[in-house]
């Protein structure tokens, strides 16, 4: 008998929340777009009469609060982030005001490694903490390759032709001194000691380890959303 009630039980609480979500469903909606990056698929915000929904996938924008090194970062750091002009839709609605902050946790951090690799920031942004206070729940993480912020393939590249210009002036330097060595100093030393240098610098420049990942106060960078960002209608400003 206790057997039947609880089934019973269990296939009314099923039937309920499948009420819920079927009627959440037909609930009527209109679509916005998010604005600021052309290079995602994904825009599209649902806007119903209690709440905005942004989609998976959107890609949106934010600033570091203060400055961040990763040769000084762990697993399980707290960063904050900003939206210092909030988040707007194309049709002109305001989701998120000025100064919301995205608060990430360091999930890995992986140190630069030789042959020019660049260290990786892995976070996970979960929370998405409003002016006044309020919390709402968020899961996004960097977007990119590998969800994780680097130092570009360009500084890795100049950090390289640093060492290989360097080390270019030490050469012509060490190819006067051979040539005084053997009493032939002049433009034919030079010309030798220069190529000696250069290529010592280029294999410096590539075998040692890459570099860590360096955000200024203010800076920059995308996040894309791994599962829908729900904005109560409390906080975004309706149309009139």
């Known amino acids: 008998m206790l057997k039947k009630i609880f089934s019973l039980f269990l296939l009314f609480i099923i039937f309920s929340i499948n009420t819920v979500i079927a009627q959440d469903n037909l609930q009527p909606y209109h679509i916005e777009h998010l604005s600021g990056y052309k290079k995602t698929n994904t825009t599209t915000v649902k806007i119903t009469a209690d709440k905005a929904v942004i989609l998976p996938n959107n890609v949106i924008q ?6 961040f090194n990763s040769k000084y970062s ?6 904050d982030f900003s939206l210092p002009n909030g988040l707007s839709t194309v049709e ?4 998120l005001p000025c ?3 995205i608060i990430g946790c360091i ?15 892995y976070i996970l942004f979960n929370e998405v903490l409003l002016p006044n206070g309020c919390s709402i729940p968020l899961i996004a993480y960097p977007y990119g390759k590998d969800n994780a912020l680097k130092e570009s393939g360009w500084k890795a590249a100049g950090k390289a032709a640093a060492y290989t210009v360097g080390l270019f002036g030490i050469g012509a330097g060490l190819g006067a001194w051979i040539g005084a060595g053997s009493h032939s100093a002049g433009t034919g ?6 190529p ?5 610098g280029l294999i410096i420049g590539v075998i040692t380890p890459g570099l860590h990942f360096r955000a200024k106060c203010g800076r920059k960078i995308y996040i894309r959303l791994e599962d829908c960002l729900i904005i109560p209608c409390s906080v975004y400003q309706k149309q009139n």
Request: charged letters at 20%; a positive charge.
């Open 196 to 200: 000696i240098g250069a290529g010592v």
């Open 189 to 194: 030393a030079l010309a030798l000691g220069m």
């Open 62 to 67: 934010i600033s570091f609060n203060s400055y």
């Open 99 to 101: 100064n919301t902050k």
């Open 107 to 121: 999930t890995c951090v992986e140190k630069p490694k030789i042959f020019n690799r660049n260290a990786k920031v």
């Open 74 to 79: 762990k697993k399980g750091d707290i960063i």
């Open 92 to 95: 002109g609605r305001c989701l």
